[in-house]
């Protein structure tokens, strides 16, 4: 199993332009949470999906910033336009409900400029 | 309003020593609380996963402890490496109709030196 895989692991962009992040879960985990984390906050929880729905969004920090999941392998984090402040390492995980087994990606280092 | 505290914020300690790291919690209702190492750079890998009847679980050189009365927890590491230098994160889960969800302590930052 390749675990939950992540797309770019750098990404690097002017203040301004869109940024979409990319993952992919482990086949079977039906929960999906993206995550942020900074020096200052920790890691934060943004949003996560169940079965494909999005259940909480109450993290996500602002309307620039937008989740999707349009089928159980694949989800996309977006955010227009991005910020400086957007700044951060943006981890994706997975899980299964009954299970305890939370997985997590290693993770998509953003730098805004 | 769901927490976990832990402590230290940072430590460091010489190759070849134990160590303790401590975390409090007030998470209810408490499902499961868990360990996560991260390196540098890497995300979180899960060290240890503790249910509500469990005090203490093993995984290698690192032992977990669970006092779900004082709602507490602590890792140790046995004879400390290098490799170990990495920040530990403590995972509070609470169970919802929607499945599990998860609060985070803000890590102890662990160096090893040689």
């Known amino acids: 199993d390749a675990g939950v895989i992540q797309s770019p692991r750098h990404e690097v962009t002017e203040m301004g332009q869109e940024v979409t992040l990319r993952c992919k879960p482990i086949s079977g985990h039906n929960s999906l949470f993206w995550y942020r984390q900074t020096m200052m906050r920790g890691l934060e929880l943004l949003i996560y999906?169940?079965?494909?729905?999005?259940?909480?969004d109450s993290g996500m920090p602002e309307d620039r910033f937008s989740a999707k999941m349009p089928n159980a392998s694949f989800s996309t984090l977006k955010i227009q336009p991005s910020e400086p402040r957007d700044s951060a390492v943006y981890f994706c995980?997975?899980?299964?409900?009954?299970?305890?087994?939370?997985?997590f990606g290693s993770g998509t280092r953003l730098t805004v400029v | 309003k769901n927490q976990v505290e832990q402590s230290p914020q940072s430590l460091i300690i010489l190759e070849g020593k134990n160590c303790t790291l401590q975390?409090?919690?007030?998470?209810?209702?408490?499902?499961?609380l868990r360990w996560y190492k991260q390196d540098t750079g890497r995300g979180p890998v899960s060290l240890t996963i503790m249910t509500f009847s469990e005090n203490t679980k093993s995984n290698g050189r690192y032992t977990a402890t669970l006092d779900a009365d004082t709602k507490q927890s602590s890792l140790h590491i046995t004879a400390s490496q290098l490799s170990d230098s990495a920040s530990y994160i403590c995972?509070?889960?609470?169970?919802?109709?929607?499945?599990?969800?998860?609060?985070f302590g803000g890590g102890t930052r662990l160096m090893v030196k040689p």
């Open positions: 975390c409090n919690y007030t998470v209810s209702p408490f499902s499961n």
């Open positions: 995972v509070v889960s609470a169970r919802n109709n929607a499945g599990n969800m998860l609060t």
């Open positions: 999906f169940n079965n494909n729905v999005p259940i909480d």
């Open positions: 995980a997975s899980s299964t409900q009954v299970s305890y087994g939370y997985t």
